[in-house]
T-cell receptor, first 113, second 110 residues
Framework: AAGVIQSPRHLIKEKRETATLKCYPIPRHDTVYWYQQGPGQDPQFLISFYEKMQSDKGSIPDRFSAQQFSDYHSELNMSSLELGDSALYFC????????????FGQGTRLTVV | DAKTTQPNSMESNEEEPVHLPCNHSTISGTDYIHWYRQLPSQGPEYVIHGLTSNVNNRMASLAIAEDRKSSTLILHRATLRDAAVYYCILIPSGTYKYIFGTGTRLKVLA
């Protein structure tokens, strides 16, 4: 069965650079979520989209922005990268039905040097 | 958002049942209770969810207290592959906001 696809799987950037992470949801899933998980930390909710509109917002820094496109894929743009942004970034998707299960991708490991 | 409280860690012997508790005393009437687990270096994986009634699926059972202030995830026969961090999450009705708390790290002993 198709799963949530995230690219790239690994990314190394220097401080103050910009990074773009991509997420391709499971077919027919129109809801996308983004999470950040630092080393030894629990996943932190960043932002979610439903039908290409921002739905809920968590602890997403102002330096980060995200959007969902017409084909339902989503991109997380991160600017002025800091060392503390080094983390695993997970994307999840779900069917267009509230309170349903979310399916997570394998994550993108971002390292800022 | 309502908070959940889980023990930091638990141990179980292989082939034995495991009961993972979660307290959510500030739950509102329309919050759904979800459980996810995360294996090392992998994305979280859905386990089960419910609102008021107990739920069963091929992975686990979810027992919800009558007052909904607590719930218990039951793994009927733990295997080594069940070793993971288990998260109990409350989903406010009408939102797409899954907030992970501090889960329970389950260790399964052979």
């Amino acid at each position: 069965a198709a799963g949530v696809i995230q690219s790239p799987r690994h990314l190394i950037k220097e401080k103050r650079e910009t990074a773009t992470l991509k997420c391709y949801p499971i077919p027919r899933h129109d809801t996308v979520y983004w999470y950040q998980q630092g080393p030894g930390q629990d996943p932190q909710f960043l932002i979610s989209f439903y039908e290409k509109m921002q739905s809920d917002k968590g602890s997403i820094p102002d330096r980060f922005s995200a959007q969902q496109f017409s084909d339902y894929h989503s991109e997380l743009n991160m600017s002025s990268l800091e060392l503390g942004d080094s983390a695993l970034y997970f994307c999840a998707s779900s069917l267009p039905r509230k309170n349903t299960e979310a399916f997570f991708g394998q994550g993108t490991r971002l390292t800022v040097v | 958002d309502a908070k959940t409280t889980q023990p930091n860690s638990m141990e179980s012997n292989e082939e034995e049942p495991v009961h993972l508790p979660c307290n959510h005393s500030t739950i509102s009437g329309t919050d759904y209770i979800h459980w996810y687990r995360q294996l090392p270096s992998q994305g979280p994986e859905y386990v089960i969810h419910g609102l008021t009634s107990n739920v069963n699926n091929r992975m686990a059972s979810l027992a919800i207290a009558e007052d909904r202030k607590s719930s218990t995830l039951i793994l009927h026969r733990a295997t080594l592959r069940d070793a993971a961090v288990y998260y109990c999450i409350l989903i406010p009705s009408g939102t797409y906001k899954y907030i992970f708390g501090t889960g329970t790290r389950l260790k399964v002993l052979a």
